[in-house]
């Protein structure tokens, strides 16, 4: 199969044989970087496919930082079946995306030789593990997100996509159940676990409002029947996150300003990081066969 | 020394319709629920479970290792406890 950029693909970035471009970090309201995977251009599936293959394979390295590292063994085994499912659906989602782009990349070329520009991720799923709270806290919104959004995309016209949604929906469904008690258990709970989750909540609070952004890529995915208009989900997940966070007697915070950008490329410093680490077998032993 | 571990739970695995709940191991949660999640996430992700019991262990009571004698003695001098001296008529089906 071999890794990198078949021939005909711009010369840059991962796996090319051209001297490496030099990419200006891109300040968090910056010019978007163009790659050959940014905005709708002529491929608007493969586009989305990759957003929503990149969330899960980025968060799903997140929680595998905690193998090894969880609270107790239970959560620490519940921590990487979590990772291990959010990779089981960037490896479908991605899988999928190559056969759309037909340029000879597989999924693990776009999972290990994509750079951080090239990743349509939300910032939400990059940043750092924090400490146990954070983690769950950031699990939560996203399982929240996930749990609404996967099931609409059961419903897609195209059929692998739906396919995929289905399967991934009943994992989902587990992982907000986890979540959510942990949220319930951590709110409710000491002082000390109280004060984290909160302090987790307020931030991350203004890396949500990019889970529901829409743009050309998006719309022209809905317009085909393909894909979900996550502005309507909004107030299903607002409900969720306001009936468990009372529960957990934690405040909601304040709707303020909201961060973007990853769906383009533009990352925190955060996400090169990871990279580094989870790609640097691959590019250390290119082409290597387990 | 204080035991800081959380209370300990049984777990039972059932794998098809109709077949009994085994026991499968223990794990540590501090109620039921996340007795159930860890006991999911630990002995029911592989295979084939169908449905889950959590037990509280210390709601378990058990024979001792001095019960031994007294309560499992097979008794071999006492074969009239043993069934093999029917036969089993004719017409009816040996499972």
Redesign the interface.
């Given at each position: 199969m071999g890794y990198g950029n078949a021939p005909d693909e711009p010369e840059f970035g991962a796996g090319s044989d051209a001297p490496a471009r030099v990419v200006p970090d891109a300040p968090a309201a910056g010019p978007v970087v163009r790659t050959h995977t940014s905005g709708p251009g002529d491929n608007a599936l493969f586009e989305y496919l990759l957003r929503l293959g990149d969330d899960r394979l980025i968060l799903g390295q997140r929680l595998a930082e905690w193998c090894g590292h969880g609270p107790i063994l239970e959560e620490d085994i519940a921590l990487a079946n979590v990772s291990l499912d959010l990779f089981g659906h960037a490896t479908l989602l991605l899988k999928l995306a190559a056969e759309v782009e037909g340029n000879g990349r597989d999924e693990d070329a776009l999972a290990f030789l994509r750079d951080a520009v090239e990743l349509r991720n939300v910032q939400l799923v990059e940043l750092p593990r924090g400490d146990f709270g954070f983690t769950i806290a950031r699990q939560f919104l996203f399982d929240a997100f996930g749990e609404l959004y996967f099931a609409a995309l059961a419903r897609s016209t195209h059929e692998a996509l739906a396919g995929i949604a289905a399967k991934a929906h009943k994992e989902i469904r587990y992982h907000l159940r986890h979540s959510t008690d942990w949220v319930l258990k951590l709110g409710d709970g000491t002082p000390e676990s109280h004060a984290r989750m909160q302090r987790a909540f307020d931030e991350l609070w203004r890396f949500t409002g990019e889970l529901f952004a829409m743009d050309d890529v998006d719309r022209a995915m809905v317009e085909q029947g393909i894909g979900v208009d996550a502005s309507t989900l909004r107030g299903a997940w607002r409900d969720r996150v306001n009936a468990v966070l009372a529960e957990a007697t934690l405040r909601v915070p304040d709707d303020g300003y909201m961060v973007g950008g990853g769906r383009l490329g533009r990352h925190t410093e955060f996400l090169g990081h990871l990279l580094a680490e989870m790609q640097s077998v691959v590019r250390a032993h290119p082409g290597a066969q387990w | 020394m204080t035991d800081t571990q959380?209370p300990l739970w049984e777990v039972f695995t059932q794998e098809g319709q109709g077949a009994p709940h085994e026991h499968a191991g223990s794990?540590?949660?501090?109620d039921a629920?996340?007795a159930l999640?860890?006991a999911?996430?630990?002995y029911a992700?592989r295979g084939k479970v169908v449905s889950l019991w959590v037990v509280p262990s210390i709601a378990i009571s058990a024979s001792t290792p001095e019960d031994v004698g007294p309560f499992f003695d097979p008794g071999n001098d006492k074969p009239y406890r043993h069934p093999q001296f029917y036969k089993v008529p004719r017409g009816v089906r040996v499972y």
């Open positions: - | 959380w794990v540590h949660a501090v629920e996340q999640q860890n999911r996430d630990v992700r």
